[in-house]
């Protein structure tokens, strides 16, 4: 019977997306990890692999399709001995809402590249146990069972009707990480929202006030919705508080100058930022109990320091993660953060190197910004603003007036996460690691 290719979720606030383009036509065989189509999100445009083999039997959305819903049909794949004849009559059942953290985080290491389940099980795909239970199954879920000595009989599949997909077997391969626990509340808590802007006044009432002056009208692109539900959840469900420390930066970049000196035949140029990153991550290994982000009913705490830094692009953001930054060299950083960076600008970031953290930086001073309150990003239990340094007139250890470059950090925090002596004992460290530069290379 024929097989309904359905629209991914390929990140956890991902309700819809628009189906860019088309990598196959209508005849075209295709086999498991072969590329379909590129899907649009909030964050990013991505591949979109198949996960049977047969032929593309019809295209069912067209390239540009915009708001095309989660675990809707996109396409209909043939099986072996099947013809055209058979899409239009083969019955469409309607797929199983799996969770989109669930899509999105069973297989973290091709997270962008989610594939398609059935909407009904073909004879080829059922399995029976020793029981005389019948387990519906993929063609390749069954051929990854026995790649890897998966049990399919104690299996609950995510696909429609119950199947077993690819998916299933990857995640039953390892334990539950905390990621994907973290990725399920991160899903929880936005997808209420993360469809439409939520809005305290209504358009048409808004409007009548302005209707004698000129403006322009802006759709809200599916980007800006999605900061906008998230921020608004942020604020009126974390119970934000916030630290502030001053930091004296001239040794920090006295020695930035000596290492970009010496580092200039690796064509590597460190900046103030690089510097940030490092100085938080080992501060959240040297306060364990501040690395940590709230579940809903309980709070967990990491032993990897990971890192997202929040990156502004075309008509929004994106907070990027660096992973094990603490054990990282700042070069290395420097490298990855740059290569982040750029990816997110062109929106070709996969979902797993933009999703986690416990912690997150934002940086405004590059643009004359002396300090600011940033908003946490929820799972996240805290977020480090960052202002221009400057210098300023002040009071040197001798008791004498001097000059100093100064920039200003405030700590937003998840007052459920992390108290306010736990916070200023993190930020004293990200202070003193930052006023000490040469201690974070030992």
């Known amino acids: 019977m024929p097989i309904e290719i359905l ?17 196959v036509k209508e005849g075209d065989a295709v086999a498991s990890g072969d590329l379909l189509a590129e899907i649009e999100t909030d964050k990013a445009t991505m591949e979109f692999e198949a996960v049977d083999e047969g032929i593309i039997g019809k295209l069912l959305v067209a390239e540009g399709t915009e708001n095309v819903a989660v675990n809707s049909a996109i396409a209909v794949l043939l099986e072996d001995g099947e013809s055209s004849s058979e899409v239009d009559a083969a019955p469409s059942a309607p797929a199983s809402p799996a969770p989109a953290a669930e899509a999105a985080t ?14 009904s099980t073909p004879p080829a795909a059922e399995d029976k146990a020793a029981e005389g239970v019948r387990i519906f199954a993929t063609p390749l879920a069954r051929k990854l069972a ?27 391969g390892s334990a539950v990480s905390a990621d994907r626990t973290v990725a399920s509340m991160a899903s929880a808590a936005s997808t209420s929202g993360a469809a439409s802007a939520p809005q305290s006044a209504n358009f048409e009432t808004i ?90 009913d309980r709070i967990l705490q990491f032993t990897p320091a990971d890192i997202a830094v929040a990156v502004a692009i075309d ?28 990816r997110a600008k062109g929106r070709k970031l996969a979902p797993d190197e933009y999703q986690g953290g416990s912690f997150a930086i934002s940086n405004l001073g590059m643009f004359g910004i002396d300090n600011f309150d940033a908003v946490i990003n929820p799972p996240h239990g805290a977020i480090l603003a960052v202002g221009a340094g400057k210098k300023k007139p002040v009071v040197t250890a001798s008791g004498e007036l ?27 460290v990200i202070v003193k690691n930052l006023e000490n530069p040469m201690a974070m290379l030992a």
């Open 7 to 23: 629209m991914p979720a390929l990140s956890p606030t991902m309700e819809e997306g628009t189906l860019a383009k088309w990598l």
């Open 106 to 119: 069973s297989s973290p290491a091709k997270s962008a590249t989610l594939a398609s389940a059935p909407a």
């Open 146 to 172: 026995a790649q890897n000595n998966v049990d399919l009989t104690r299996l609950s599949g995510s696909g429609p009707r119950g199947r077993i997909v690819k998916a299933d077997i990857e995640a039953a």
């Open 207 to 296: 409007s009548k006030l302005y209707a004698e002056r000129a403006y322009e009208e802006i759709s809200l692109d599916r980007m800006r919705k999605t900061i906008a539900a998230r921020l608004t959840e942020a604020k009126q469900t974390v119970p934000h508080f916030y630290l502030r420390r001053d930091v004296m930066l001239d040794n920090l970049l006295g020695f930035r100058g000596e290492m970009n000196a010496a580092l200039a035949e690796r064509d590597v140029k460190l900046s103030v930022n690089d510097f940030v990153i490092k100085a938080c991550a080992l501060a959240l290994t040297t306060v364990p109990t501040a690395n940590a982000i709230w579940a809903g």
């Open 315 to 342: 008509g929004g953001l994106i907070t990027p993660v660096l992973k094990d930054a603490d054990q990282k060299s700042l070069s290395v950083l420097s490298t990855e953060m740059k290569d982040l960076a750029t």
């Open 402 to 428: 001097g000059i100093a470059t100064v920039m200003s950090l405030t700590l937003s925090v998840d007052h459920r996460v992390i108290d306010g002596a736990l916070g200023a004992e993190l930020l004293n």
